[in-house]
């Protein structure tokens, strides 16, 4: 079985530009969460969708952050404009479905700097 | 809000050594996942817990809910160098996991 994608794997950009991280969840998994992780500290959920719905983005700076889920599989996840702030590893997870049975599958990340 | 507070944020023992990594929170869990991270890799997910007094096992590593389901406890049990990266706790809450900040585990040959 495939597991979670991401891209890019790395980035660097410079402070005030935009970018895009993109995610392929695994095959039939209806939850798709995007984490945030700073060096040093624990994933923190930006935002969760159930299919192409969104069910929780309660911590997601919405001022510069959006993310997607067009066709209930994969997703994107965009910064404009990126603050030096934002130097981390975005973590993409899908799980078959959400609440406590739903083990949740991590892909690889997408480390971030912003310079 | 719920927290996790893990101990210690960091270990470097002996290969070959038993060690243990602990996780606290500030409410009652009702299910507590234990997470493995590598250096610039995702998270494996090792266990998850959600009975008081529950204990689990994988391979070399033990994981246990207290009775009061307030605290969790990973223990390892004659350590290797692919037991080496970072452990993280996280509680399930209102269908999210909310992890801590992890333990750094650094094993020595």
């Known amino acids: 079985e495939a597991g979670v994608a991401q891209s890019p794997r790395y980035k660097i950009i410079e402070k005030r530009q935009s970018v895009a991280f993109w995610c392929n969840p695994i095959?039939?998994?209806?939850?798709l969460y995007w984490y945030q992780q700073i060096l040093g500290q624990g994933p923190k959920l930006l935002i969760q969708?159930?299919?192409?719905?969104?069910?929780?983005d309660s911590q997601l700076p919405k001022d510069r952050f959006s993310a997607e889920r067009l066709k209930g599989v994969d997703s994107t996840l965009k910064i404009q404009p990126a603050k030096l702030e934002d130097s981390a590893v975005y973590l993409c997870?899908?799980?078959?479905?959400?609440?406590?049975?739903?083990?949740?599958?991590f892909g690889p990340g997408t480390r971030l700097t912003v310079l | 809000s719920q927290e996790l507070e893990q101990s210690p944020q960091s270990l470097i023992v002996q290969e070959g050594k038993n060690l243990t990594i602990n996780c606290t929170s500030s409410k009652t869990l009702y299910g507590l996942y234990w997470y493995k991270q590598k250096y610039g890799e995702g998270l494996i997910f090792l266990m998850m817990?959600?009975?008081?007094?529950e204990e689990k096992s994988h391979e070399k590593i033990t994981a246990k809910l207290d009775e009061k389901k307030q605290q969790s406890s990973l223990h390892i049990t004659a350590s290797q160098p692919s037991h080496a990266g970072i452990y993280l706790c996280?509680?399930?809450?209102?269908?999210?996991?909310?992890f801590g900040k992890g333990t750094r585990l650094h094993i020595l040959p």
């Open positions: 997870a899908s799980s078959y479905t959400s609440g406590s049975s739903g083990e949740q599958f």
């Open positions: 969708f159930q299919n192409n719905g969104v069910v929780d």
């Open positions: 996280g509680a399930d809450t209102d269908d999210k996991i909310i």
């Open positions: 095959s039939g998994h209806a939850t």
């Open positions: 817990l959600q009975k008081g007094g």
